[in-house]
């Protein structure tokens, strides 16, 4: 008969090595089971800025071109032909062009020599846009992680999003107090500077990846959506991208308001008066359309005992209606409550 009893030689090897690897092994899986969510988040997603670098080092080989097609050529094999994946998004949504880029770099040399070294220091700033997205994970429930991609734009955009994926127009969103913008026209100067910065610009089109049930929009819930954007990312993370719109619109806030329920009334599909307008607007602030749906966005929110519900209706899109008759905001910008300054 075999000896079933494990020698003294077995019990040993088992104690001196099997049971310490195992112990090891037991304490690895323990400590990575209980590790922060935010490391996985951290490696589950991507800031691309190596579209930044390939513009720059494209405008770099400028000098040898001798013709405008030479140089043409040079923004488009360098620059636009190696796009990242992220950036080829970006490209189709804004139909970019190495013709336009070539038009606007010889427009406005002081310009691009100013916010050249605010672009290449985007990448040094990933960890505040780090802090911004723990802020949305901590805060927002069943917030989803975008993506990120900075570029170089043809200073016609500073941010947008496609599904899951942020892309920032870098030209327009690093944009400081610093940059020259004497040659710019006056709307891209009232802009440049003003729109808090790229961590801002972050957080705002993070809040529009995180909608959904979007539609074609009337003024009303295009206003909402775009307000909503702003307030919920100010609300979280204590940024907003509309400095200046809020400062007007907070201190014209009823006049607005009549003006934009007219609009409502007689116009209800036209956004150009109230958003993404550009050069468009004549004597006062572009965009307002943003502050009006910041304050019907706030004033729904101040109403709503369960917060947790409300952002979430904040970003259903197909509930904008619904949000602004429960904000009742349209008694609010011209009652004897309302803030003293606004007209």
Same mark, same amino acid.
């Given at each position: 008969?075999?000896?079933?009893?494990?020698?003294?030689?077995?019990?040993?090897?088992?104690?001196?090595?099997?049971?310490?690897?195992?112990?090891?092994?037991?304490?690895?899986?323990?400590?990575?089971?209980?590790?922060?969510?935010?490391?996985?988040?951290?490696?589950?997603?991507?800031?691309?800025?190596?579209?930044?670098?390939?513009?720059?080092?494209?405008?770099?080989?400028?000098?040898?071109?001798?013709?405008?097609?030479?140089?043409?050529?040079?923004?488009?094999?360098?620059?636009?032909?190696?796009?990242?994946?992220?950036?080829?998004?970006?490209?189709?949504?804004?139909?970019?062009?190495?013709?336009?880029?070539?038009?606007?770099?010889?427009?406005?040399?002081?310009?691009?020599?100013?916010?050249?070294?605010?672009?290449?220091?985007?990448?040094?700033?990933?960890?505040?846009?780090?802090?911004?997205?723990?802020?949305?994970?901590?805060?927002?429930? &069943?917030?989803?992680?975008?993506?990120?991609?900075?570029?170089?734009?043809?200073?016609?955009?500073?941010?947008?999003?496609?599904?899951?994926?942020?892309?920032?127009?870098?030209?327009?969103?690093?944009?400081?107090?610093?940059?020259?913008?004497?040659?710019?026209?006056?709307?891209?100067?009232?802009? *440049?500077?003003?729109?808090?910065?790229?961590?801002?610009?972050?957080?705002?089109?993070?809040?529009?990846?995180?909608?959904?049930?979007?539609?074609?929009?009337?003024?009303?819930? %295009?206003?909402?959506?775009?307000?909503?954007?702003?307030?919920?990312?100010?609300?979280?993370?204590?940024?907003?991208?509309?400095?200046?719109?809020?400062?007007?619109?907070?201190?014209?806030?009823?006049?607005? !308001?009549? *003006?934009?329920?007219?609009?409502?009334?007689?116009?209800?599909?036209?956004?150009?008066? !109230?958003?993404?307008? &550009?050069?468009?607007?004549?004597?006062?602030?572009?965009?307002?359309?943003?502050?009006?749906?910041?304050?019907?966005?706030?004033?729904?929110?101040?109403?709503?005992?369960?917060?947790?519900?409300?952002?979430?209706?904040?970003?259903?899109?197909?509930?904008?209606?619904?949000?602004?008759?429960?904000?009742?905001?349209?008694?609010?910008?011209?009652?004897?409550?309302?803030?003293? %300054?606004?007209?």
């Amino acid at each position: 008969m075999a000896n079933t009893q494990p020698s003294k030689q077995r019990i040993n090897f088992f104690k001196h090595w099997t049971l310490p690897l195992l112990c090891r092994a037991i304490r690895v899986f323990s400590i990575l089971t209980v590790l922060p969510t935010t490391l996985f988040c951290q490696q589950a997603y991507k800031i691309e800025t190596a579209d930044i670098d390939n513009f720059w080092r494209a405008c770099d080989q400028l000098h040898t071109a001798a013709t405008e097609a030479d140089s043409i050529q040079i923004i488009q094999t360098e620059y636009i032909d190696k796009a990242t994946p992220y950036f080829k998004e970006f490209l189709r949504i804004r139909k970019f062009t190495a013709p336009e880029y070539v038009k606007l770099l010889k427009r406005y040399p002081k310009y691009w020599q100013s916010i050249r070294p605010l672009t290449e220091n985007i990448a040094n700033r990933k960890p505040e846009i780090e802090q911004v997205f723990e802020k949305f994970r901590n805060g927002l429930p &069943g917030f989803k992680q975008p993506n990120v991609c900075f570029a170089i734009g043809c200073l016609r955009t500073g941010g947008t999003v496609s599904k899951n994926l942020i892309l920032i127009g870098s030209e327009i969103a690093a944009a400081d107090a610093t940059v020259q913008t004497s040659e710019l026209s006056p709307w891209l100067q009232s802009i *440049m500077g003003n729109t808090g910065d790229i961590v801002a610009m972050i957080a705002h089109e993070t809040v529009h990846t995180q909608q959904f049930n979007r539609r074609k929009y009337s003024l009303l819930t %295009g206003c909402i959506s775009e307000g909503s954007a702003d307030f919920i990312a100010e609300n979280l993370t204590g940024l907003n991208i509309n400095p200046i719109i809020h400062d007007y619109g907070n201190k014209h806030e009823c006049t607005l !308001w009549k *003006m934009f329920e007219k609009d409502m009334a007689d116009t209800p599909r036209d956004m150009s008066r !109230w958003l993404y307008q &550009g050069k468009g607007s004549e004597g006062r602030p572009a965009d307002l359309g943003y502050f009006i749906g910041y304050k019907i966005a706030e004033a729904y929110f101040t109403k709503q005992s369960n917060k947790g519900k409300a952002l979430k209706t904040l970003l259903n899109c197909k509930k904008y209606p619904t949000v602004y008759k429960k904000s009742n905001y349209s008694q609010e910008p011209c009652s004897p409550k309302a803030k003293t %300054g606004s007209d």
